[in-house]
């Protein structure tokens, strides 16, 4: 299995490469908007985006994981569907063909016949990165057990913004292409547990001379007794600096920091506010701000809202599960608290979907959550919560 997640870091560094050749070109990034199909929008947006670069991502991850494990492409879910529909109203579907040239002409059709975009983006597309070991150490779980969620880019709408002097505050980005990240996770299609993920920064760091973006990733496996993870592993995506603001952080013991959406409920703000005072932080992306939790940036990211999906979280849970942490259901753990009968903890599950619900709801977070490295951290949140009657 070391090799999947070897496969899932590699694929999400082509990915994150794509979506970074995406934005350098201004006309081709803007050719690639398209409105979100009624039943596909995101209910919290008014206009919501899909970008070309979103469904082909997807369909790169799809298609290169396929070709190294036979089988697994059948497993294999996203927010995105592959159709799009270019200027002249025509319905394509768009995938990663044999060869480039193949991908080349697809893509042409999609691009109103632009074919330097098309040879660009398909060049992308069959590139081969070369990663080092990342030092996971061996493990076997059977392929056939496993699914994948896919989110090939999550914060689009940062992503369509494109801030790229955006100040961070305590380290974090508030708004910015810092808040956009492409996220693989791995569960098991029986327990619906999250077992592996890989979450990728495509636009960590901008050199400020050449003006360009460097990525950065980070991975982590939580199956059975195996847990390990980028950030304590020399090896890896994971850079020294993110290590230490680990390593400084509040691992146990007192809750000292929460990172909230803007969009959160009114009341919850408050109770953080109240309680935690300037620890209270705000940042776009659901990735971006469970990223902020696995980086020890905050303690854990609260999320009263049913706006997240199975795709936003199966990899950050991966990797939180991995450092002893995971990610709650909020309303089912609190409802749990209330009736005195908690001792197990309702973590989001990735198998099964909401019922009675259709389209993307199906996939939807509706319990809202928290995610955590530490129980002790967990604790404190609901302590909060049930105090403030939440
Ligand atoms: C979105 C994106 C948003 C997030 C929303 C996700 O995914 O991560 O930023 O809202 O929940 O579904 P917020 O930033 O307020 O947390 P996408 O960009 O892929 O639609
Ligand atoms: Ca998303």
Not at 266 to 284: D, T, W
Request: hydrophobic share 40%; glycine share 8%.
């Amino acid at each position: 299995m070391s090799e999947l997640m070897h496969a899932l870091v590699r694929v999400s560094e082509k990915a994150a490469d794509i979506a970074r050749a995406c934005r350098q070109e201004e006309s081709l990034f803007s050719l690639l908007i398209e409105e979100k199909k009624e039943g596909e929008k995101n209910k919290k947006f008014v206009t919501d985006f899909k970008t070309l670069a979103d469904v082909l991502v997807q369909e790169v991850i799809k298609h290169d994981i396929g070709k190294q494990f036979p089988g697994i492409e059948n497993n294999i879910f996203g927010e995105e569907s592959n159709e799009f529909r270019n200027g002249l109203g025509e319905k394509i579907e768009v995938r990663v063909c044999e060869t480039e040239q193949d991908t080349s002409r697809l893509l042409c059709k999609v691009l109103g016949e632009n074919t330097e975009a098309a040879e660009v983006l398909a060049r992308a597309a069959h590139s081969d990165f070369a990663l080092p070991d990342l030092g996971t150490g061996d493990f076997s779980i059977p392929l056939d057990s496993l699914g994948v969620w896919v989110d090939p880019i999550d914060s689009t709408f940062q992503y369509i913004k494109g801030i790229s002097d955006s100040v961070p505050n305590s380290n974090i980005y508030s708004e910015g292409l810092q808040c956009v990240t492409v996220l693989i996770g791995v569960y098991h299609l029986q327990t619906g547990a999250p077992v592996m993920g890989v979450v990728n920064q495509p636009f960590a760091v901008l050199d400020p001379e050449t003006q360009r973006w460097t990525g950065q990733y980070y991975w982590g496996i939580s199956s059975g007794s195996i847990n390990v993870n980028s950030l304590q592993s020399s090896a890896g995506g994971a850079k020294e600096h993110h290590c230490s603001t680990l390593a400084a952080s509040t691992q146990q013991g007192a809750l000292c920091s929460v990172v909230l959406s803007t969009g959160e409920a009114e009341c919850v703000k408050r109770v953080f506010l109240e309680a935690l005072k300037g620890g209270v932080h705000y940042a776009a992306g659901a990735g971006y701000k469970s990223l902020c939790v696995v980086l020890g940036l905050v303690d854990v990211y609260v999320f009263s809202e049913d706006t997240t999906f199975r795709w936003d979280c199966c990899s950050p849970h991966a990797i939180l599960r991995s450092m002893g942490g995971g990610m709650a259901d909020l309303k089912e753990i609190l409802r749990l608290r209330h009736d005195g009968t908690l001792e197990e903890r309702p973590e989001l599950m990735y198998h099964t979907p909401v019922q009675d619900a259709t389209g993307p709801d199906r996939w939807a977070n509706k319990g809202g959550l928290i995610a955590y490295r530490s129980k002790a951290h967990l604790n404190e949140v609901l302590k909060l919560l049930l105090k403030a009657s939440l």
